[in-house]
């Protein structure tokens, strides 16, 4: 079965660089999740979208925007790179809202460097 | 906002014995679910086994097993016949409204 695609697997960036995240839910699935987990921590929920509008946002930075598109992809866009931000970064997907919306399925993450 | 407590941050096993996780949390919640996720040293987040919270009955899925007790807001993960796989981290993670809230998560090592 298809699963949750998220590209680059890794990337290395230096500070005040930026980045940009990409994931690709599973077919069908028309809810986004991003969440953040720094080294030895539980992930941390950054954001989340629903049919293309954000649907609830977490503990995610001003520096930090996300988006869904048409196709229901999403892009974590990350701005003045801190080396804090340094973490790997889970994008999730879940069907429709209130048909198993609680089932969320992850991507293996982007593992973020910043230098 | 909810809390999730992992009060176990490592724990080993003996290959085919059984071992329990333990986890609380708090919420002012009254439908919401509970999730066990494992994550192995690749990092990649799977999913274990699920818990309504408006349905009694524990959930098991293979050696994976709960005992779910909503009053006492606790949630054990249960794993039978621990295999040398099972090594990870295990991670309780609690969903209302829309996001899921993790623990801090439980080391797991199944020793041979």
């Known amino acids: 079965a298809a699963g949750v695609i998220q590209s680059p697997r890794h990337l290395i960036k230096e500070k005040r660089e930026t980045a940009t995240l990409k994931c690709y839910p599973i077919?069908?699935?028309?809810?986004v999740y991003w969440y953040q987990q720094g080294p030895g921590q539980d992930p941390q929920f950054l954001i989340s979208?629903?049919?293309?509008?954000?649907?609830d946002k977490g503990s995610i930075p001003d520096r930090f925007s996300a988006q869904q598109f048409s196709d229901y992809h999403s892009e974590l866009n990350m701005s003045s790179l801190e080396l804090g931000d340094s973490a790997l970064y889970f994008c999730?997907?879940?069907?429709?809202?209130?048909?198993?919306?609680?089932?969320?399925?992850f991507g293996p993450g982007t593992r973020l460097t910043v230098t | 906002a909810q809390t999730v407590t992992q009060s176990q941050p490592e724990m080993s096993v003996q290959e085919a014995e059984t071992v329990t996780l333990s986890c609380t949390y708090d919420?002012?919640?009254?439908?919401?679910?509970l999730f066990w996720y494992k994550q192995p040293p690749s990092r990649q987040m799977i999913l274990v086994i699920r818990?309504?919270?408006?349905?009694?009955q524990n959930a098991t899925e293979n050696r994976f097993s709960v005992n779910f007790q909503k009053a006492a807001k606790s949630f054990s993960l249960k794993i039978s016949d621990s295999q040398l796989g099972d090594t990870a981290m295990y991670f309780c993670?609690?969903?209302?409204?829309?996001?899921?809230?993790f623990g801090g998560g439980t080391r797991l090592m199944v020793k041979p």
């Open positions: 999730a997907s879940s069907g429709r809202r209130g048909q198993k919306a609680y089932e969320q399925y």
């Open positions: 077919p069908r699935h028309d809810t």
């Open positions: 979208f629903y049919e293309k509008m954000q649907s």
């Open positions: 919420t002012s919640e009254n439908n919401y679910y």
């Open positions: 818990q309504e919270a408006y349905k009694q």
């Open positions: 993670a609690f969903y209302a409204g829309n996001m899921l809230t």
